[in-house]
Structures are given as C-alpha cells and as structure tokens.
C-alpha cells in the first residue's frame, strides 16, 4: 500500500524549532523527489522544500535560512528542520513525492506557532 505518514508537529511559541518526519511507504523511495508542503488556514498548499533524489535542496523564500529538508533512503523517511518559526508558519504540513502518480496526500502534521 503506497502511503506517506507525517509526525511531529506541535505548538510552540514564536522563535522556537521543531522537527517534522515524514515516512513513506510501498514506493521506490530512493526515485523518489521528495517535498514538504503547508496549507494555513483559508490558503491553497503551497510547496514548502523539496529534495531531489541525489539531495538537491529548494526552498520557498519565506524559509530559506530558517528550514533544512533532509532525507534518509534507508529509513524511506524526509524530515523538515524548521528553526526561527514565525506565526506565518502555522498550517498543516504535508509530504508527498514530487515525481511519481498514485500517492495520495496523507493527514498530514498540525504546526501552530503563537505565544
């Protein structure tokens, strides 16, 4: 069964960090181009970071400097380092391959940042 699993979002004050992990299954993860998404509230999803299948790294300029897109072939896992979180970061993140058809969206993972 193809699926993408995403764990580790939370709520944190403004300044803060947290760690999204992403987990994939039923694909061939190392072809898989691989990238986090986020959709705030009353917004379209909007790409966030992505990694290529060799580690090439692109980011929306709103995160640059503050968020880091890893990935791990052998756990078929792409993880989201984001430091510095604004309020502007809240919304739910999501995962998904950039390069393969049938993968549906997972529930994805719930980021609020407030004080």
């Known amino acids: 069964q193809v699926q993408v699993v995403e764990s580790g979002g939370g709520l944190v004050q403004p300044g803060e960090s947290l760690k999204l992990s992403c987990k994939a299954s039923?694909?061939?993860?190392?072809?898989?181009?691989m990238a986090w998404y986020r959709q705030a509230p009353g917004k379209q999803r909007e790409l966030v970071a992505s990694i290529t299948t060799i580690g090439s790294t692109n980011y929306v300029d709103s995160v640059k400097g503050r968020f880091s897109i890893s990935r791990n072939n052998a756990k078929s896992t792409v993880d989201l380092q984001m430091n510095g979180l604004k309020p502007e970061d809240t919304g739910v993140y999501y995962c998904?391959?950039?390069?393969?058809?049938?993968?549906?969206w997972g529930q994805g993972t719930q980021v609020t940042v407030s004080s």
């Open positions: 998904k391959p950039t390069n393969m058809g049938g993968v549906n």
């Open positions: 039923g694909i061939s993860f190392r072809a898989a181009a």
